[in-house]
């Protein structure tokens, strides 16, 4: 069974495929369409060409990826921002060729905390909280403008994905996750048709996140209260116009 998580940035990704690689038979979701992950990929790939670190075949190196990567319960798993399937379909991935089993959609109630996050990490590396921050963060509001545009730009086009395939996703919220990684792991595998029997769950989640752990700190709750006066600045300075029809 093939699957794709679609995501966007910080939405818990990163947990979930460790998560579900831990199980050691839902596969090793992976982030194939992203160049990072290529090269890390790449040793295990035999003869697939690369030039200037892209394969030169790209259906050719999603091939093998799912010859190698596939665990022994035939489950393999592939994770993708919106952004990097797009990238993906321009270098020559086949969509309805490799049409997913199934498809598991991940978001974030609070997109305001997702984009603050995005903008931090944009501006860090800090993309996993193993990873020490390259650079100090800098409030910047254009930056968390344009994340948050992203964010739900990308939310948007899965949306049109799974309504023009006629695909009814399993979807996940960070939200879900994170208040219940084992209930809300339990509920991904059964929709995978995983068999659970054996599986502690709990010790899997105690093990992803002793290495995967939260990236707030006083500085992302700092950002939230100068995005939320930055949102009340701007309103309020285009309700001035109108403010001059009204009567005193």
Request: hydrophobic fraction near 35%; proline fraction near 4%.
């Amino acid at each position: 069974m093939e699957y794709l998580l679609c995501t966007t940035p910080r939405v818990g990704s990163n947990l979930l495929c460790s998560l579900l690689k831990l199980t050691e038979r839902a596969g090793d979701p992976g982030e194939y369409f992203c160049t990072g992950e290529m090269a890390l990929r790449k040793p295990h790939l035999g003869d697939v060409r690369f030039h200037q670190g892209v394969p030169v075949d790209f259906q050719a190196y999603y091939d093998r990826c799912r010859e190698v990567f596939t665990s022994e319960s035939g489950h393999f798993g592939v994770k993708a921002h919106a952004t990097q399937l797009r990238w993906g379909l321009e270098a020559g991935f086949q969509f309805e060729r490799n049409m997913p089993t199934r498809f598991i959609h991940v978001s974030r109630a609070d997109v305001t905390g997702q984009a603050l996050s995005f903008a931090r990490a944009t501006q860090t590396g800090a993309w996993l909280s193993a990873t020490p921050e390259r650079t100090n963060p800098r409030f910047d509001a254009d930056l968390i403008r344009s994340s948050f545009k992203e964010i739900v730009g990308d939310n948007e086009g899965w949306e049109r994905l799974f309504e023009g395939y006629g695909i009814e996703p399993y979807r996940l919220s960070y939200e879900q996750l994170v208040a219940d990684i084992p209930g809300e792991l339990r509920g991904i595998l059964d929709y995978l048709e995983v068999d659970q029997a054996g599986l502690d769950l709990d010790h899997i989640a105690r093990c992803a996140t002793g290495y995967f752990k939260k990236q707030r700190d006083s500085t992302s709750e700092e950002w939230r209260r100068l995005w939320n006066d930055e949102v009340r600045k701007n309103a309020v300075a285009r309700e001035q116009p109108l403010g001059l029809l009204r009567s005193a």
